[in-house]
């Protein structure tokens, strides 16, 4: 089945030492999104991909990085992680047709210690 | 301003029973879509159903239905016969500007609905 899978399922780091998600997909959608969420809270939107242009939400923290090296894979780096930087991060596709759902993966849920 | 308002935080319905959760937008774009996705508690996001502003008929799927009111904007989620498997978190989502070349498709949440479906 075609879908969108986020390793590792949990992550566990310690404040300060860099962290990264990965996210591949078998959909072949242009559109990569990464979302944080927080417990009891509505996902919100880091950055995302349109093809290889990159598009940064104004209040995403610098400390917040992303790679997409080709359209199957898309990466977030955590360059310092502060323990309020633990949460739910939710990777998801979709087609460019602003009616196509986004597709989400699994999630990583990141514990910072 | 709070683009999509969900306004209970929390919702019971007892199994079988149909229950409506809540979902008012605000947007200047004449074109736009709505979703509702269901987050369970092992937090995978699925989606449930869609909403074009230009649909002129309600959306259904199985047994979801979309309650669309364009002039009041709201798009309300009507989930028929419960089951005990729908408690979950429910958010409704809205993307804007559905002509836009620009548009590349961010999706906007609500703080969601938790649902819990009583035996």
Redesign the interface.
Same mark, same amino acid.
């Given at each position: 089945d075609a879908m969108v899978i986020q390793n590792p399922r949990y992550q566990v780091t310690q404040f300060g030492k860099p962290v990264t998600l990965s996210c591949s997909q078998t959909l072949n959608h242009n559109?990569m999104?990464w979302y944080q969420q927080k417990s009891?809270?509505?996902?919100k +939107?880091l950055f995302?991909y349109?093809d290889k242009?990159f598009?940064n939400e104004a209040d995403t923290p610098d400390n917040f990085q992303s790679r997409r090296p080709n359209t199957s894979f898309c990466f977030l780096d955590i360059r310092s992680p502060g323990l309020g930087d633990a949460a739910?991060y +939710?990777c998801?596709t979709?087609r460019?047709g602003?009616?196509?759902? +986004?597709?989400?993966?699994?999630?990583t849920?990141l514990t910072v210690t | 301003a709070q683009k999509i308002t969900q306004t209970q935080p929390g919702m019971f319905v007892q199994e079988k029973e149909a229950v409506t959760l809540d979902c008012t937008y605000d947007t200047s774009d004449q074109s736009y879509g709505l979703f509702w996705y269901k987050q369970p508690s092992s937090g995978e996001m699925i989606f449930l159903i869609y909403q074009g502003s230009y649909d002129e008929q309600n959306a259904t799927e199985g047994r979801y239905s979309l309650n669309f009111q364009k002039a009041r904007k709201s798009a309300n989620l009507v989930i028929s016969a419960s089951q005990l498997g729908d408690s979950a978190m429910y958010f409704c989502a809205m993307r804007e500007g559905l002509l836009r070349s620009s548009n590349t498709g961010k999706l906007i949440f609500g703080q969601g609905t938790t649902l819990q479906v009583k035996p």
């Open positions: 559109v999104y009891s809270q509505a996902p +939107l995302h349109y242009d598009n739910m +939710l998801a979709s460019t602003v009616n196509s759902p +986004l597709h989400f993966g699994n999630g849920r | -």
